[in-house]
């Protein structure tokens, strides 16, 4: 099978991510919770990916680099963790249901509201995004990059047009890996991070970093190694929000693919920008689609057609050409509203940046196909 759906998990893992599970996999020792030799070598490796993380992203340190199962799971703490009763939010129409469905959910409590932030002219404008801002906002959340048209709002500038107290929260899941975020220069204070996507870990392996201003309450109690004694969780990071067993096995994959990503993003990014570029150009001329895409370092590409919903066509694909993509709404409601493309949803088809021009042509020719039929 051609995948071509590695926004929603990268299919391809790197050899060097792939054996790093499988020595994990041979130590049984549990990570900073014991004292013998085995746990304390775990422990290092984990300790070296928090570090790792926190160079590349620019971020606040080792201790506030969280490890969590997935970039949902580090939003929620971010959200759940710091708001309070009668916080404000601003978000944006391009936000995935990760971020969407828990602020509902504290709107419905009576917690906290919320305004979304449409597209002006197809994109985020930092100046309408700041426009939103009432005296009680405390929380300004932006996606790094779209998961349904690869659109990178400019994370800095919305910064800098906001009151210095609110807290910048970003949705790294499609971003991470593929762009140059710095948390420090763009002024983000909480940024989390899907390991599986473009960082190259296995499931289950993400991470929330944030800054100083922040300290999110946990939302998970019990062991963490350290003092045990305390019925209260630990008061320090990143004990605090990491109760239970970590996955060593998870960590250690984020541990790898994050150095190939430090050495290799903008190479990466560049791959990817023309796999997108060079499809867009053969589909352009295609009767029948219509595109919601540009060329992108994310490595996203959105379409229609005109003839076939967004799922018949993916299952066309998968079942005829052996071609995976994703059709649907891709867990972001608000995004294809704002396209207007709502409730029938696009094909997304994403790539991996080891992917070569012949899936592309795979895919151009299997889509021309399709139409003439």
């Excluded at 029948?288 to 060329?295: A, D, N, S």
Aim: charged share 20%.
């Amino acid at each position: 099978m051609i995948y071509l759906d590695n926004a929603a998990t990268g299919g391809s893992k790197p050899a060097a991510v792939q054996n790093a599970v499988l020595a994990a996999l041979k130590v049984c020792a549990n990570a900073g919770r014991s004292g013998h030799r085995l746990s304390l070598a775990c422990a290092e490796q984990v300790l070296l990916c928090r570090r790792l993380l926190s160079d590349l992203f620019g971020g606040y340190g080792y201790e506030r680099v969280v490890f969590t199962r997935s970039c949902t799971e580090a939003l929620n703490i971010a959200i759940w963790g710091t708001l309070q009763k009668g916080d404000h939010v601003v978000t944006t129409c391009l936000e995935h249901n990760s971020v969407l469905r828990p602020l509902h959910a504290l709107q419905k409590a009576g917690i906290v509201s919320y305004d979304v932030v449409p597209l002006k002219n197809g994109h985020i404008d930092p100046a309408l995004f700041a426009s939103f801002v009432k005296e009680n906002t405390s929380m300004c959340i932006v996606t790094a990059a779209s998961n349904v048209t690869g659109e990178a709002p400019d994370v800095k500038a919305i910064k800098k047009c906001l009151p210095e107290h609110v807290l910048l929260v970003t949705d790294g899941a499609q971003g991470g890996g593929h762009l140059p975020i710095n948390m420090r220069e763009w002024g983000i204070d909480a940024l989390a991070l899907a390991g599986h996507k473009g960082l190259f870990a296995m499931q289950g392996a993400a991470a929330l970093l944030f800054s100083e201003r922040m300290e999110p309450r946990p939302l998970l109690f019990g062991g963490t190694g350290s003092e045990s004694f305390d019925p209260d969780m630990p008061a320090f990071y990143p004990d605090r929000l990491e109760a239970g067993t970590l996955s060593y096995p998870a960590i250690c994959s984020l541990l790898e693919g994050a150095l190939l990503v430090k050495a290799h993003r903008k190479e990466y990014a560049e791959r990817l920008f023309e796999l997108t570029a060079v499809l867009h150009a053969a589909l352009l001329p295609i009767k029948g689609y219509k595109l919601y895409f540009v060329p992108n370092p994310c490595g996203i590409a959105s379409f229609a057609h005109e003839k076939y919903s967004s799922e018949e066509l993916a299952g066309v694909l998968s079942e005829q050409f052996d071609i995976a993509v994703r059709g649907g709404l891709h867990c972001a409601p608000l995004a294809h509203k704002a396209l207007g493309t709502f409730p029938e949803g696009l094909v997304r088809v994403s790539f991996s940046p080891m992917q070569s021009m012949k899936e592309v042509d795979a895919l151009v020719r299997a889509l021309g196909q399709i139409t003439c039929s």
